[in-house]
Structures are given as C-alpha cells and as structure tokens.
C-alpha cells in the first residue's frame, strides 16, 4: 500500500460517521493523550540483550494471534526474561480495525503495553468479531485502566495514528515487510508464522 492509498483509508476511517459512532467531539477534549510518548518503541525484555528480535504484528492477523499465544509465553521465559533477547514490538496493521486497536494499545502507560497486547490477542476471536467491535476495544481498554473518554481520544488522535501507519510505509518501502507476522533477528528475517520447536531451535543456536 503507497502513501497517497494509505492517506486516503486514514481520512476516511477519520470521517466515516459508521466508523465513528460513539465518538463526540467534547470527549475528546476532555481528555489529552500524548502521541509522542505512544509512538515511542515499545520493548519487552532488558536493553542490555545481546540479541533483539523485531516483531512487526497487526492486531488482528490470526498468525499473530498464534504466535503470541502458542509460541511467546515460552520464548519469554527462555530467552526474554533471561536476559539474552529483547523483543521490539512494531505495528503492521492490516486494516483499520488493527489500526484503531494499536492505537489504543500504544495511549496506555508504557509498563501496561505488554499486557494490553496479551489480552488483545487473548480475545482477538471475541472483540474482532464483534457486532459492536469499539464498544469490544473499550471494554479490553478499561481493563488497562483506560476510561472510555481517554480511549475514543486516542481513536481521534491524527498524529497518532498518521505515526502508526507511517511504521507501516517505512517498514514496507526499507525492509520489505509485505505480511505479518514478520520477524528480524540480528541479520535475519522470517516471514509468517513459527511452530514453538523451530523458534526456539532458531533462537537456541542465535544466542549461543
């Protein structure tokens, strides 16, 4: 997708009263989320790792969804919490509904992104397939702690999701990202879904 496409899904995402429902003008001034801080990287696992894998994900890609479910927990207690990974995570959303979802996942304090995301792929059958999928973000939101007010705020936020979809074009036109999941590991890159075993064989031998 170029930029110019990409523009146009934005501005009409911006100002489709369907997509919109729910969304008031008054709220969102009541409220300030700050886009530079939610567009600030977000990282799992010690700066200090020798390894860092990079993870672009869309929040409602099913093979990102198994990745975080089946394969994670378990590369987060070998390799993450032991200090010889560090994960970054990158949005690639899909469409508009990954894109309202990181949005909201990046306005949450930096020490609640991680869980955000586990319980945003936990749930990710329940809220994408919802008939109401807002009112579905907003109830995961209030679990991080995020007042309706605050969350359609951060859906209304252009700088913040104008940045969202800019990690998408930038990753696209310099890495070649084209899919999700996408990893880069040190100087490799993987393109879609790994079963457990061949991960962790992969990251066994990479942090030797």
């Known amino acids: 997708m170029d930029r110019r496409t990409l523009n146009l899904v934005l501005a009409s995402f911006l100002a489709a009263p369907t ?18 801080a939610a567009l600030a990287p977000r990282f799992l696992g010690s700066e ?20 975080h479910r089946d394969v ?13 990974l560090r994960m970054e995570y990158r949005d690639f959303p899909l469409d508009i509904w990954a894109l309202r979802a990181a ?12 869980a955000l995301i ?14 109401d999928v807002l009112a579905a973000l907003k109830q995961i939101g209030r679990l ?8 359609q705020a951060a859906l209304m936020n252009t700088e913040l999701l104008d940045g969202i979809a800019n990690s998408r074009l930038v990753a696209n036109r310099d890495l070649g990202v084209q899919s999700t999941p996408t990893f880069l590991i040190g100087d490799r890159k993987l393109n879609g879904f790994l079963p457990l075993d061949e991960f962790d064989a992969l990251l066994a031998e990479m942090t030797k």
């Open 19 to 36: 997509a919109l429902a729910g969304l008031s003008r008054p709220l969102q001034a009541q409220t300030t989320v700050d886009a530079a």
């Open 48 to 67: 200090d790792a020798p390894l860092t894998m990079i993870e672009y994900f869309s929040l409602t890609c099913g093979a990102c969804g198994k990745f």
């Open 72 to 84: 994670l927990p378990t590369l987060k207690e070998k390799y993450i919490d032991t200090g010889k």
């Open 103 to 114: 949005a909201m996942a990046r306005s949450a304090p930096q020490k609640r992104y991680d």
């Open 118 to 131: 586990t319980v945003l792929f936990d749930q990710q059958a329940r809220w994408t397939r919802a008939d």
């Open 144 to 151: 991080a702690g995020l007042s309706s007010n605050y969350v």
